[in-house]
């Protein structure tokens, strides 16, 4: 089927990987390469939906995603379009759909109308939905539930989708005979370890990977295999279960791209931070360098409120020890679905950590926008500087409150400017200096 990675096989170069090699100051050849020996993806969906070329993976910036959606206790359309549009301005890289209450069709319909970034979405969250409206209960999803979700995300224009096929009984054994603090925490992984325990069957995701990858490869959808048994506490990273379910993950990534269909792997969780790097390194290792995609990973439980910050920190270790793409977490993580503003706020924390482990990669043009913020900084130069900030509405808010025409420097230090008494002493005006 003509899949990216086929054409790229073929020998054929879609005009929007030559974009993305441009973006991405890469030759195109290395971009197709690194997509075809499925260490990168490109998700873009054939449905005829015009897609911004995004790639993740290694050898380009480290990417962000934000996650919207409705839920059964709040639902509003035009809410969720204003934090799609939120999302998009704070700049991230792609955007997926949770909803998992409401008419989650009509949502995400809309939604992906109104959205030129790579879409995500888990289409076993409306499946198990739907069978819960139907029925009263998850566990009355049936495999034909399942895999149909997955065709109509695909026909809707859905690029990418987060796919539980790794969560199998012998994982499940493991989760039981070692005992958790917190046991499961993915959404998804819930739905799917009920509906295996009541059934007493395998999971149909991994049972019928075949059928699966022939919807992916129609569609040319990205899997993002999910890693339904991530730590949701300290105390529960880095165990049996997790590591089962990665084996599982890197195995099924492989059959996917020799079935021409782009896959990338999920990660955690919650983790101490002293376990991020080797959790990146092995799970690099054990999934041939899959492109690498960690919720978080956050650093510490306690605390609610200011989850964009825990997550951002391990974004950040995560990313510079290899992971690929960070899904941003919220101020109102463990607690309610986010308004529009804090996902703002999630997006920038995010986009903080991948841009501070691009550096760490050595990023030339990550570190090359640090260079310009120096140099604006010793020149005193604000308008510069708002302009270069990851936030600049934040930035010339807070310097506009509070700046006095009179003085050069800002109101932290005010006549006694650090900036302008060395520049003064060094024989240079502040405004005449550029760069450091
Ligand atoms: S006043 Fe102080 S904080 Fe502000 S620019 Fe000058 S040295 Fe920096």
Redesign the pocket.
């Known amino acids: 089927m003509s899949t990216l990675i086929n054409m790229l096989r073929a020998g054929n170069l879609p005009g929007r990987i030559a974009g993305i090699a441009a973006t991405e100051s890469m030759v195109a050849d290395d971009l197709c390469e690194r997509i075809t020996a499925g260490t990168m993806v490109a998700p873009a969906g054939n449905s005829g939906r015009r897609v911004r070329g995004v790639a993740i993976g290694s050898g380009v910036r480290t990417k962000v995603n934000a996650n919207i959606g409705a839920s059964s206790e709040l639902n509003s359309e035009p809410e969720e379009l204003a934090k799609l549009d939120a999302a998009v301005r704070a700049g991230a890289d792609t955007v997926m759909d949770l909803s998992s209450g409401g008419d989650t069709g009509s949502l995400r319909r809309a939604l992906i109308s109104a959205c030129d970034l790579p879409f995500g979405t888990v289409p076993i969250y409306e499946a198990a939905s739907l069978a819960r409206q139907r029925s009263g209960s998850v566990v009355a999803m049936t495999r034909d539930d399942l895999l149909g979700a997955v065709e109509q995300h695909a026909a809707d224009g859905v690029d990418f989708m987060t796919i539980h096929a790794g969560l199998t009984l012998s994982a499940l054994d493991h989760l039981q005979s070692q005992g958790r603090l917190m046991d499961v925490v993915s959404r998804g992984g819930a739905f799917m370890i009920a509906w295996m325990i009541h059934h007493e069957r395998e999971n149909p995701f991994y049972e019928d990977f075949d059928l699966l990858l022939d919807i992916m490869a129609r569609w040319d959808v990205t899997i993002s295999l999910g890693d339904g048994l991530r730590p949701g506490c300290l105390a529960d990273a880095s165990d049996r279960a997790q590591f089962e379910e990665l084996v599982t993950l890197g195995r099924l990534a492989a059959a996917a791209n020799e079935a021409g269909v782009q896959a990338m792997i999920e990660g955690p969780g919650h983790m101490p931070l002293s376990d991020i790097e080797a959790n990146v390194k092995m799970a690099k290792k054990l999934t041939g360098g899959a492109p690498f995609y960690v919720l978080g990973p956050l650093v510490t439980d306690i605390a609610p409120g200011y989850d964009h910050i825990t997550a951002a920190i391990g974004g950040a270790i995560a990313g510079a020890a290899g992971a690929d793409y960070l899904c941003y977490v919220t101020p109102a993580e463990h607690l309610g679905l986010p308004t529009a503003a804090e996902v703002h706020s999630g997006v920038i924390a995010s986009r903080i950590a991948a841009h501070a482990a691009d550096i760490a990669k050595g990023s030339h043009t990550a570190m090359d926008w640090d260079i310009r913020m120096a140099g604006a900084r010793k020149s ?1 130069d604000w308008e510069e500087q708002i302009a270069l900030a990851i936030d600049p509405q934040a930035a010339r808010s807070i310097y506009g409150s509070r700046h006095s025409e009179s003085v050069a ?2 109101s ?3 006549e006694l ?4 008494i060395v520049s003064d002493h060094l024989g240079l005006k502040a405004g005449e200096i550029s760069g450091c």
Do not use: H
Not at 417 to 420: L, Q, S
């Open positions: 005193l420097g800002c932290m230090c005010g400017c650090a900036m302008k």
